[in-house]
């Protein structure tokens, strides 16, 4: 079992800046960018792959994904087998 393993919440009824911003609270130590309604989710998915606990995992990247939805569900089950 990981000493620290990673978490991803379930994204489905959330919009980005909700599901994002629990994700900002979970790895508060890592000082990810707090979205708005202007960040751009692709850029922001970039930050969240580049902390630590996800870098040796094999997560996918947001660039092959058009909605951040789609992205963070793939992300979730990459990370929590199992959850959806």
């Given at each position: 079992?990981?000493?620290n393993p990673?978490?991803?919440?379930?994204?489905?009824?959330?919009?980005?800046?909700?599901?994002?911003s629990?994700?900002?609270?979970?790895y508060?130590?890592?000082q990810?960018?707090?979205?708005?309604?202007t960040t751009?989710?692709k850029?922001?998915?970039?930050?969240?792959?580049?902390?630590?606990v996800f870098?040796?995992?094999?997560?996918?990247?947001?660039?092959?994904f058009?909605?951040?939805?789609?992205?963070?569900?793939?992300?979730?089950n990459?990370?929590?087998?199992?959850?959806?």
């Amino acid at each position: 079992m990981a000493l620290n393993p990673a978490l991803v919440y379930d994204p489905r009824y959330h919009n980005f800046e909700s599901w994002a911003s629990l994700m900002c609270e979970a790895y508060a130590p890592q000082q990810l960018e707090i979205p708005t309604a202007t960040t751009d989710w692709k850029l922001w998915a970039d930050g969240l792959k580049a902390i630590d606990v996800f870098t040796n995992e094999a997560i996918p990247g947001a660039q092959g994904f058009n909605d951040w939805q789609l992205w963070a569900e793939a992300l979730m089950n990459a990370v929590n087998p199992g959850t959806i």
